[in-house]
């Protein structure tokens, strides 16, 4: 290079070569994808095959074992919280009245979920459950359009009015709504619409939820062993451990969860969810025998195929969203490299 050359290049400085932020450095390393993918499949197997679980239970009824899934839960979950000393939360928590009548919310309305399901599942009523969380996408997007104003595409709006097609089938088919299904849904969104307020993590939430149910549970758990009813320790010491194992049962697969979470897309997991429900359907037909007449039939059909226009629909938005976001780092975001 001449020294008027080197001048020049001094004064403009070095050549910019404008390169995209988009690319393999963006994206989660495929190690952490893998394992993320692995925890999602964990968690949503566990949450399908759960059915197998509860009858194990038996001759304990249904409120029983809710209420040791109650205090197991907790000493489960305040263990792990103990081993990784993770504690701030609770503090914050309890300075936070409004975020704290929140939590107390949502221990109610999943002590509804968790007491339902269970007796549906001893009931010889699981695939009427698994149908529950099958049209909870649906519940959840009536939810916020009712709750917090939000306005639905045209492909929403035909998913709920199919899926509210399939109730009114389901309702002729069994003579009356299906109202496990129902408390099920609606439960459940309630249940992820108080989560999303709070705002704490699976773990520390599961754990603030089973501290506000712990004492009822107890107190129910003592009444019912001094008027002999309880089967705790009546049944033997594997019974015993059983119904202890319903904490492990609670928590694993919400650990699992997490670690999915923040390792994969929120699109992959939304596709996951559908597998515990598929698990249970398969289960209550293939496993526990249970009858599914053509009306039952027709109206699953319309649930599912309600699913498959979400499922489309929030493809294509996630497709438009990803092509507006290139083009607008396209023309904003710049990364310098130098050209030698």
């Known amino acids: 290079m001449t020294d008027g050359g080197r001048r020049r290049y001094l004064r403009r400085g070095p050549r910019v070569r404008p390169v995209e932020r988009e690319g393999p450095v963006a994206r989660k390393p495929r190690g952490e994808r893998h394992i993320g993918l692995l925890n999602g499949f964990a968690a949503y197997g566990m949450w399908g095959l759960v059915p197998l679980f509860w009858p194990l239970l038996k001759p304990a009824g249904a409120l029983e074992i809710l209420a040791h899934r109650m205090v197991w839960s907790l000493a489960f979950v305040a263990v792990a919280l103990l081993v990784v000393r993770r504690w701030a939360w609770a503090g914050e928590l309890l300075r936070q009245p409004r975020r704290l009548a929140l939590v107390a919310a949502g221990a109610a309305v999943i002590t509804v979920n968790w ?17 529950g969380y099958f049209i909870n996408p649906l519940v959840t997007i009536a939810i916020g359009v009712l709750l917090l104003k939000e306005r639905l595409r045209p492909a929403q709006w035909t998913a709920v009015g199919v899926g509210f097609s399939a109730v009114v089938v389901l309702t002729v088919g069994y003579g009356h709504p299906p109202w496990i299904s129902l408390t099920l849904a609606f439960s459940f969104a309630a249940y992820g619409l108080v989560k999303k307020k709070v705002n704490l993590g699976g773990v520390e939430s599961l754990a603030a939820e089973t501290a506000i149910q712990f004492l009822p549970a107890l107190g129910y758990l003592l009444w019912l062993g001094g008027r002999g009813g309880s089967t705790f320790a009546s049944e033997g010491a594997g019974h015993a451990a059983l119904l202890a194992a319903t904490g492990v049962v609670t928590a694993l697969p919400l650990v699992c969860f997490g670690a ?21 359907f398969v289960l209550g037909i293939v496993y526990f025998h249970e009858e599914m007449p053509v009306e039952r039939w027709a109206g699953f059909a319309l649930v599912w195929l309600a699913l498959c226009l979400l499922t489309f629909d929030a493809f294509r938005a996630a497709r438009g969203s990803g092509r507006r976001v290139i083009v607008a780092r396209g023309s904003t975001t710049r990364s310098p490299t130098v050209d030698a």
């Open 115 to 131: 007491g339902v399901y269970i007796w549906s599942v001893n009931s010889g009523h699981v695939v009427e459950a698994s149908l």
């Open 260 to 280: 999915a979470a923040i390792r994969v897309p929120l699109s992959t997991l939304g596709l996951l969810q559908y597998m515990a429900p598929v698990f249970q």
